[in-house]
T-cell receptor
Framework: KQEVTQIPAALSVPEGENLVLNCSFT??????LQWFRQDPGKGLTSLLL?????REQTSGRLNASLDKSSGRSTLYIAASQPGDSATYLC?????????FGAGTRLTVKP | NAGVTQTPKFRILKIGQSMTLQCAQD?????MYWYRQDPGMGLKLIYY???????DKGEVPNGYNVSRSTTEDFPLRLELAAPSQTSVYFC??????????????FGDGTRLSIL
């Protein structure tokens, strides 16, 4: 059974800092991995999608990497801003089954 | 651009009551999903559909039913509400399975309390 773990559960940083969020999964047989952002009281917004054959994806200040063999992914946020404050979730997909981590709640202080 | 629309946004039910959570998407996506999110937890898949008339169980289907009579709509039904079904329910849709090439689009959720 696929299990997805995100560490840390919560993170507070000053504005401008670079930071890394971690995601690990137990079964390397995945089709893709996605990083989502969730704002309070809202649904999820997809940030980056990495296919199993890819090593990383970039969008603006965000960079996500994938090491399928070790069951790990990282989300790197450069020059963090208060508007980045949200919960970030990773999810792995395979065979019509998507498994989510519990998320990392990020607070960026002005 | 409505995207994925869920109704209602909030609901309180008594134990044993039934209700239907509505989900509609206007992006002509074949794939639709229902998830539940308990406090401090990730989302868990309840049911999914790969097209009109086709549905299948996810990780936690017990106590729920779905139907998919049209491409646009994917309602989730609770027949006999139980306190364990208190949760936030999210509907999602995608062009390809599991967002394999393009990401899933999510609604804003339905917050359901059962007392």
């Amino acid at each position: 059974k696929q299990e997805v773990t995100q560490i840390p559960a919560a993170l507070s940083v000053p504005e401008g800092e670079n930071l890394v969020l971690n995601c690990s999964f137990t079964d390397s047989a995945i089709y893709n991995l996605q990083w989502f952002r969730q704002d309070p009281g809202k649904g999820l917004t997809s940030l980056l999608l990495i296919q199993s054959s890819q090593r990383e994806q970039t969008s603006g200040r965000l960079n996500a990497s994938l090491d399928k063999s070790s069951g790990r992914s990282t989300l790197y946020i450069a020059a963090s801003q208060p508007g980045d404050s949200a919960t970030y979730l990773c999810a792995v997909y395979n065979n019509n089954d998507m498994r989510f981590g519990a998320g990392t709640r990020l607070t960026v202080k002005p | 651009n409505a995207g994925v629309t869920q109704t209602p946004k909030f609901r309180i039910l008594k134990i044993g009551q039934s209700m239907t959570l509505q989900c509609a998407q206007d992006m002509n996506h074949n794939y639709m999903y229902w998830y539940r999110q308990d406090p401090g937890m990730g989302l868990k898949l309840i049911y999914y559909s790969v097209g009109a008339g086709i549905t299948d169980k996810g990780e936690v289907p017990n106590g729920y039913n779905v139907s998919r009579s049209t491409t646009e709509d994917f309602p989730l039904r609770l027949e006999l509400a139980a306190p364990s079904q208190t949760s936030v329910y999210f509907c999602a849709s995608s062009y390809s399975p599991g967002g394999s090439n393009q990401p899933q689009h999510f609604g804003d959720g339905t917050r359901l309390s059962i007392l």
